[in-house]
C-alpha cells in the first residue's frame, strides 16, 4: 500500500533557528513528490515538485529535497509569516490521484 | 482571478439530511477532485473526475456522489449525512491528472453533522 508519513506532527522555533521537515513514502513508483503550504482557514498552496532523487528546489527560505525513500524540506532563517501547516504529496506511476501525508504544523515565535 | 471557487463555506446539518457542495474552476482545467480533511489524517480523496464525463472513486467515497456538471464545475452531494462526514471538504483542480501537474485548491467547505 502507498504511505507517506510526515515528521514531526509539530515544530516550534525561534526566528532565525533553521530546521528540516521530514517526509519519507512508500510507494510501488514515485512519479513525482509534492510540497504544499496550508494556513489555517485556506486550501493547501503549492510550493514545489520534486522528480527523481538528488533534484533540489527553492524558493526563499525554502529548500526542498529528495531520496529514494524520502524528502526533506529545509527552511533557513525562518521568520514569523513562515508558519503554517507544511503537506508532501506523492503521485505513484500510472495513478492519476496524489496521496498526502499528514502534515508538519510549523510555529515560529519571534 | 478566482481560481477554484467552493461553496458553501461553513454548514451545518442534521444526521441524515442531505446537502449539495459546488466546486467551479475558471483556469480550463481537465480534471477536478474532492477530498476530505481530518485532524491527524491529512488530506483524503473521496472522488475525481479526469476529464469531462469520468468520474471515479477515491480511497473514501462511501456516502458520497459526485456529478462533473461540465468542464467547471464538480459538486460532491451527501444524501444522508452522518457524524462521521464532519470534516473539512476541499476541491481542487489540475490542468491534467496523468501528468505531474500542481493541484489548485479552493477555500474549502467545514462541514458539522450533528
Known amino acids: 500500500e502507498d504511505q507517506v508519513t510526515q515528521s514531526p506532527e509539530a515544530l516550534r522555533l525561534q526566528e532565525g533557528e533553521s530546521s528540516s521537515l521530514n517526509c519519507s513514502y512508500t510507494?510501488?513508483?514515485?512519479?513525482?513528490l509534492f510540497w504544499y503550504r496550508q494556513d489555517p482557514g485556506k486550501g493547501p498552496e503549492f510550493l514545489f515538485t520534486l522528480y527523481s532523487a538528488g533534484e533540489e528546489k527553492e524558493k526563499e527560505r525554502l529548500k526542498a529535497t529528495l531520496t529514494k525513500k524520502e524528502s526533506f524540506l529545509h527552511i533557513t532563517a525562518p521568520k514569523p509569516e513562515d508558519s503554517a501547516t507544511y503537506l508532501c504529496?506523492?503521485?505513484?506511476?500510472?495513478?492519476?490521484?496524489?496521496?498526502f501525508g499528514q502534515g508538519t504544523r510549523l510555529t515560529i515565535n519571534p | 482571478n478566482a481560481g477554484v471557487t467552493q461553496t458553501p463555506k461553513f454548514q451545518v446539518l442534521k444526521t441524515g439530511q442531505s446537502m449539495t457542495l459546488q466546486c467551479a474552476q475558471d483556469?480550463?482545467?481537465?480534471?477536478m477532485y474532492w477530498y476530505r480533511q481530518d485532524p491527524g489524517m491529512g488530506l483524503r480523496l473521496i472522488y475525481y473526475?479526469?476529464?469531462?464525463?469520468?468520474?471515479d472513486k477515491g480511497e473514501v467515497p462511501n456516502g458520497y456522489n459526485v456529478s462533473r456538471l461540465n468542464k467547471r464545475e464538480f459538486s460532491l452531494r451527501l444524501e444522508s449525512a452522518a457524524p462521521s462526514q464532519t470534516s473539512v471538504y476541499f476541491c481542487a483542480s489540475t490542468l491534467h491528472s496523468a501528468t505531474n501537474e500542481k493541484l489548485f485548491f479552493g477555500s474549502g467547505t467545514q462541514l458539522s453533522v450533528l
Open positions: 473526475s479526469a476529464s469531462e464525463g469520468t468520474t
Open positions: 510507494v510501488s513508483g514515485l512519479r513525482g
Open positions: 483556469m480550463n482545467h481537465n480534471s
Open positions: 504529496a506523492v503521485q505513484v506511476q500510472g495513478a492519476q490521484k496524489l496521496v
